[in-house]
């Protein structure tokens, strides 16, 4: 399954927990989409 495409600014703000260190489970809980997004957008 493909994954869902998010916004401009919540990719901004999936950079900006990454640089804190935050998990990719957390930032997916703190965004709202899911951690397989996270994983695709990270990777």
């Not at 990454?18 to 990270?42: D, F, M, P, Q």
Request: include cysteine.
């Amino acid at each position: 399954m493909a994954a869902k495409k998010i916004d401009i600014m919540d990719v901004r703000q999936l950079i900006q927990l990454k640089i804190k260190g935050e998990s990719n489970r957390s930032c997916s809980s703190s965004l709202a989409i899911h951690r397989n997004t996270v994983n695709y957008y990270v990777r």
